[in-house]
Structure formats: structure tokens, C-alpha cells
């Protein structure tokens, strides 16, 4: 027993006691590098540092930021998530030129930074951050007119009229080995209510050589007009607009009753080399509308909305290229009549569509059930429309009509 009682931390190899400080969080952690010399120094080890999230911290001001950065943070970093003071009552200068460009030069294998409630209208340009990031993540943050041009001092007229010729100028860098002009690596872009993300911010998207990824997530202020002029599209100088993108997010799920412009009407003109598309919220129903247009798409995925069966069969009979099609949160309407689908009466076809759609039998059993509950019929409709196509269905439901 008296062996047991001299064992304490200091007989701990350092991988272990390593170990056992990753569970703490970086308040903690710093109250932990206060205890001994030896505990000092392994607080410090990059290995704690990889990943660093601040946003349940409370109260985080440049002074602390300065701090972390100076004693912790260093080439270990990855990923970075702060929560800023935009909804506080003492405000102030959260982010500054300063210590992003202290970021960048302390942190250079950070590649996704994440930003809460921050204010950036101190900013003049998204240049600032970290030119190693490939992920950029805002959520409820206020954003400066240019902060996502491809210079601080280029004008917001004529960011727009000269896209096509930066757009241009980039391939011919690319060509010959050089980077993007802009300087800007980021490759996913991720909006979550950001009230003054407008149809300006989005044209001056299309500088960005590498942006794939761009999700819009309760962007109020963006329009079908907008959408519609960032549309990657055939012009004079080749593909116009955001011709890298892949994949488009766009989603409202606000306040009841607010008015708004469905920014997904602008999909109808089409959208040249767009893989996947993801609608949410109010924006389904004119984005199912639009997406025909769509000739390269390959995944359509469906969020927090009420579909019927006859829009979503409508909608895809022009979506042949289809491989995957995923209903998330999705409230099905009630039969009121059979969709009406080329070749579903052939037997053959609906034998297979049947077996795509996961095996469904065609007894007068099923055939009732089919009356209450659309997705099985839905299931058969699009099996025919789409063979090759692959079904997920999460958290569904069916209304029930009160009548």
C-alpha cells in the first residue's frame, strides 16, 4: 500500500500525461501550465493544439487572443474556432490586421477557420486571413461591402464588369504554374446567417480560383438576380462566373413571415460543371422549379421542407444524370392523385424500379398502404425516372390531412 501512496503524476510518462490534458479545454489548459515548470512545458506541446475551439469560452477579447497566440499557439495548429463580440455590450476590436498577420506567419499549416458572431467591418479584405486556409466558416457575423474582393482597394462598381477578365487572366497564371491572382486558397466557403452577405459579395466570389464549396445558409439579402450573374456560364472569354464550384447550398429557414426573394430562382439559367446541389426551407419549392437546368448535377439533397409527390416527380424528369438523391427533415404531403411517369405501366420496369427502391412487393396489401403513405409510391416513381439513382430517405414523415 505505501507504494500506491508515492505514485502521483510525476511518475507518468509525458505521452500519457499529454493525453490526459487533450481532454481539457484551453481555458484549462491554461490554468493547468500554472501548476508546475514540468506542466508548463507540456502544455505547450503542439499536440494540444491542433485543434482549438474558443467559442464556449465567454468573454474572449484581443488581449486573451494575443496571449494564446504568443505562449500557445504555433505550427501545430489546423483548425481555429473563435467566437467574437458582436453581441456584446462592451464591443470593440476583436480580429486585427495585426494579429491575423501574426496567424499567418505563427500558424502556417492552419486550414479551416471558423468565426462566431464576430464583426469584420474593421477588415477592408478577406486578404487578411491566413493565406494557408482552405475551409472559412461565419456564422452571424457583419461583413465590410468588399470584404470578399480580390484587393482592398479595387472599387465595388467595377469588381463585377471586370470578373471576366480576372477570371481570365487566372487560368492564364494557372497555365503557367503561378497561383490564383487574388492570393485566396479557400475551397469551401460556409454562410450561416450572415444578414449582410449581399449579391455583391457573391460576384466578387468569382475572382476565387479555388472555391468548390459554397454553402448559403439564411442569406437574406441574396436574390435571384444575383445568383443568376454568378452562374457559371459560357461567355466571350470562355466560363464566366463561379466556374470551379461544385457544389451549391442554399437554404432559409428563418423568421416566419419574413419577406423574402427566393435566391433560387436564379438556378433556372443554369449552372455549368454544378455536381451537387443541396435546397432547405422555403427555397425548395423554386429551386425544384429550376433545377431541371441542371444537366450537370449528380446529387440533389432536400432539407427541412413540405414536398408533394407530384413536384418532385415533375422536377426530375430532366434530372437523367442523377445518381444520388437524399430527403432530410422532409414532411410529405398527402396522395391526392397518382403521378402520371412514362413506361411506370410496363411491367418489367416497374419490377426493377421496385427492387432499386428497395424491394417493394405489389400485393393489394401494399397498394392500400400506398394511398396513406407516399413514399413508397415516391420510391416507384423516381426508380423508373431514375434507375441508377440511390434513394436516402432520414427523419421523414407524412402529413396527415385533418379532413
Not at 212 to 232: I, K
Not at 306 to 319: F, G, K, N, P, Y
Request: hydrophobic share 35%; glycine share 10%.
Amino acid at each position: 500500500m505505501d507504494e500506491f501512496k508515492v505514485c502521483h503524476l510525476d511518475y507518468f510518462p509525458e505521452n500519457i500525461l499529454i493525453d490526459v490534458l487533450s481532454y481539457l479545454s484551453v481555458r484549462e489548459l491554461v490554468r493547468a501550465g500554472r501548476v508546475c515548470k514540468r506542466w508548463k512545458r507540456l502544455v505547450k506541446d503542439q499536440r494540444l493544439w491542433r485543434f482549438v475551439d474558443l467559442t464556449a469560452w465567454k468573454g474572449v477579447t484581443s488581449r486573451i487572443l494575443w496571449l494564446l497566440l504568443r505562449q500557445y499557439l504555433g505550427c501545430g495548429l489546423r483548425c481555429l474556432r473563435l467566437r467574437g463580440l458582436l453581441l456584446s455590450a462592451r464591443g470593440g476590436t476583436f480580429l486585427s490586421e495585426s494579429w491575423l498577420k501574426a496567424l499567418s506567419a505563427k500558424c502556417p499549416r492552419l486550414s479551416k477557420f471558423y468565426l462566431l458572431h464576430a464583426d469584420l467591418r474593421s477588415l477592408p479584405s478577406c486578404q487578411l486571413l491566413p493565406q494557408s486556409l482552405h475551409v472559412l466558416e461565419l456564422r452571424g457575423c457583419e461583413l465590410p461591402r468588399e470584404f470578399f474582393s480580390q484587393s482592398p482597394d479595387s472599387p465595388a462598381g467595377s469588381q463585377a464588369t471586370s470578373s471576366a477578365g480576372a477570371q481570365q487572366q487566372g487560368r492564364d497564371r494557372k497555365g503557367k504554374g503561378q497561383g490564383s491572382p487574388s492570393g485566396i486558397g479557400i475551397e469551401r466557403l460556409v454562410l450561416n446567417n450572415v444578414p449582410s452577405f449581399t449579391d455583391q459579395h457573391l460576384q466578387s466570389l468569382s475572382s476565387w480560383e479555388r472555391l468548390d464549396h459554397l454553402e448559403l445558409r439564411d442569406t437574406f439579402r441574396v436574390t435571384a438576380n444575383g445568383l443568376r450573374s454568378s452562374a457559371a456560364k459560357d461567355g466571350v472569354c470562355g466560363v464566366e462566373g463561379l466556374s470551379r464550384l461544385k457544389f451549391l447550398k442554399i437554404g432559409i429557414t428563418g423568421r416566419q413571415g419574413y419577406q423574402l426573394q427566393m435566391a433560387s430562382l436564379g438556378l433556372g439559367a443554369g449552372w455549368l460543371g454544378l455536381e451537387e446541389l443541396s435546397l432547405g426551407g422555403k427555397e425548395v419549392g423554386p429551386g425544384l422549379l429550376c433545377a431541371s437546368r441542371l444537366k450537370d448535377l449528380k446529387a440533389l439533397c432536400l432539407w427541412a421542407c413540405t414536398l408533394s409527390e407530384m413536384q418532385i416527380v415533375r422536377s426530375c424528369r430532366m434530372l437523367r444524370g442523377l445518381r444520388r438523391m437524399e430527403f432530410l427533415d422532409v414532411a410529405f404531403q398527402p396522395r391526392q392523385c397518382p403521378p402520371v411517369v412514362e413506361g411506370e405501366g410496363a411491367g418489367g420496369e416497374e419490377e426493377d424500379g421496385e427492387e432499386a427502391a428497395g424491394g417493394d412487393n405489389s400485393t393489394d396489401e401494399n397498394k392500400t398502404l400506398d394511398t396513406n403513405d407516399p413514399i413508397p409510391s415516391l420510391r416507384r416513381s423516381l426508380a423508373v425516372l431514375l434507375p441508377s439513382c440511390t434513394l436516402v430517405f432520414t427523419n421523414c414523415s407524412v402529413q396527415i390531412n385533418a379532413d
